[in-house]
């Protein structure tokens, strides 16, 4: 035990550099192993310990792990805390009633619940989709936690009338390595019920989607473009849509909803343009997509070789191209040259919605990379809209890692 202004600490403490200290004050909420200076070592990885200036400051609280790059994730500023059951049952009610708020009536049946360190569960992400919950933790602190807030989370949901019959672990991935844990993937049963099924229909936009959250990309279901697919609706009346990288075909379907006259749907995986497929055929729209299973920089080249003028609105949701900041130029490159070639197959007064995933590439330059592809294709950009992620993937102020999407919509003029 140590005292902490007149309170005494149950936990052990790390010191850390200015550098951090300032970092933390100015809201975020992570310690790297190299910033620790002096630390306790009486705790146990995944634990929780106090974080503290060189001259003996406070700082926080927050989880523990040596074998990580990021040494602390911090979970708290206020000193009366206390990390018991009642604790995490409050702050996951917080969440829960925050998307009640931002994500209202049937939008709240499909959205993200818990965004890691934006609602403070340092990575620790569940997305729901009508009756299923899908689970993904990479933190070791959190994963010894697990029992308490799947269990806390599925009661408050039961309590509000939500009923959740299945839940599944999607943790195959490999940042999990990093952390000392395993990789894997399954039904989680601790002590709640599970039907065991694989697929979940949900309603998106008032648009069907069967999600495959076992094998489909990242929890089954990009949710955080939700609210960019209904802007690309708004304009897609009497258009001719070509969608790339379409995954799942939710920007394809939503500008058959608005009205276009047709939409080709392309990406390369075989299982994408099946799951388009069967989207399209339960929305009852199926003739009039045009499924493509091609590389999309190698369709995009080809088409402006031909010299085609097929389409006069063009979508570009493409997979994160840098996940980190040492491939930042090459993703630039592969950024400039699918948005120069698109502007290039549109016609003047034609439309473009275009995207980036990644928060390693800032949205001043993914402008400056637009700027640069519009003067290549020979072309003007007139701004309609420029969004973000949907706001149950909430940005925190001063944790950059949180604010990832940038969305435009433009007129080639």
Known sequence: MRKQGKKMREYSKLTVTEKAEKSIKNGHPWVYGEE????????????????????????????????????????????NDKFDDAFWYRRLKYAVDYRKTVMPGNDFKCCRLIFGEADRFPGFTVDRFENVLVVQILSLGIEKIKKTLISGLVDILEKSGVVIDCVYERNDVSV??????????????????????????????????????????????????????????????????????????????????????????????????????????????????????????????????AGKSD?????????????????????????????????????????????????FMPPDMFCKMLHDAAIDARVNLRQIEARQQSPDHPILMGVPETEYLKFYLFQVV
């Open 176 to 305: 999990r390595k990093l952390e000392g844990l395993e990789e894997y993937k399954d039904y989680y049963t601790d002590g709640i019920k599970c039907n065991y099924q694989k697929t979940v229909r949900i309603c998106e936009n008032g648009i069907y989607f069967d999600v495959d959250f076992i094998n489909g990309q990242k929890t089954g279901y990009f949710l955080d473009q939700k609210y960019n697919r209904s802007a690309v609706a708004r304009i897609a009346g009497s258009k001719k849509v070509l969608d790339c990288f379409t995954h799942t075909g939710a920007f394809a379907l939503n500008a058959l909803m608005g009205g276009a006259d047709k939409v080709t749907a392309i990406d390369i995986s075989d299982e994408a343009i099946q799951m388009t497929k069967n989207n399209a055929l339960i929305n009852g729209v199926y003739e009039k997509n045009e499924y493509i299973c091609a590389d999309v920089f190698d369709y995009l080249t080809e088409a402006v070789k």
């Open 36 to 79: 620790v200076l002096v630390c306790d070592k009486t705790y146990e990885n995944g634990s929780i310990v106090d974080v503290c200036s060189k001259n003996g400051k406070w700082l926080g609280s927050g989880f523990v792990n040596d074998n990580s790059k990021i040494r602390v994730r911090l979970i708290s500023d206020n000193t």
């Open 311 to 359: 389409y006069d609105f063009i979508i570009l949701d493409p997979p994160a191209f840098t996940k980190s900041r040492s491939t930042v130029k090459d993703a630039y490159r592969g950024y400039k040259e699918i948005n120069m070639k698109a502007m290039r197959l549109l016609p003047r007064g034609g439309y473009l919605a275009t995207c980036s995933c990644s928060h």
